[in-house]
């Protein structure tokens, strides 16, 4: 089987945010599981608020530059706050500029379907963001991505998430780890399916 290709970002700009601190999390459990992760900043990919007048002057540089990103994996890992009991705008912005049409004239939701993510979610509070899980997991679903049954909210995260990539609570670290893992596993076994079919058509 091909090396499954995934790529990984935070819902959050802010310095120090405790989601792009889980990012780290989540991209090493998909690595331990066989992924190769690619881990990007969204403050690197700035866009402005989706607006037919800008995309019909010309898409950004930046959300080609996503769509390309997309093209090229196999999957999608996201660490998201909660904001208002939602996902930040931030993360809705970046999925919309996605899914805007190619330079080909081909359909961006098309870079989506077919493809497995996974999703985690840290806040300061006792629910760890797990409001945000339920919006995004369905945005994601309507786009065309299998999303994992397996998700981890951490709560009091300020506690528990003290820098990049660590997470110093042992059972949230094997749980965050799982959902990485749950998500090569899955493009696993559509890989084995697909060649299954290709061998016997």
Do not use: C
């Not at 607006?51 to 998201?80: C, F, K, Y």
């Not at 080909?104 to 870079?111: A, E, I, K």
């Amino acid at each position: 089987m091909p090396t499954p290709r995934l790529l990984a970002f935070a819902g959050s700009l802010r310095q120090g945010s405790y989601n792009r601190r889980l990012i780290h999390v989540l991209a090493e459990g998909a690595r331990a599981a066989g992924a190769q992760v690619t881990l990007i900043e969204l403050r690197d990919f700035a866009l402005p608020i989706y607006d037919g007048d800008i995309e019909a002057d010309g898409m950004p540089e930046n959300a080609r530059r996503l769509q390309a990103l997309m093209a090229e994996h196999d999957g999608l890992l996201v660490s998201t706050p909660e904001y208002n009991g939602s996902m930040p705008a931030l993360v809705k912005n970046t999925l919309d500029w996605i899914s805007r049409p190619l330079e080909s004239g081909r359909s961006g939701v098309t870079l989506f379907q077919d493809k497995v993510a996974g999703i985690v979610s840290a806040s300061p509070g006792p629910l760890g963001g797990l409001r945000s899980l339920l919006v995004l997991r369905d945005a994601l679903a309507k786009l065309g991505l299998l999303v994992v049954p397996q998700q981890v909210a951490v709560g009091q995260a300020a506690d528990k998430l003290t820098d990049y990539g660590v997470l110093n609570d042992d059972r949230l670290r094997t749980g965050v780890h799982g959902v990485g893992a749950a998500v090569v596993r899955h493009l696993g076994v559509m890989n084995s399916t697909v060649d299954r079919k290709g061998a016997t058509a």
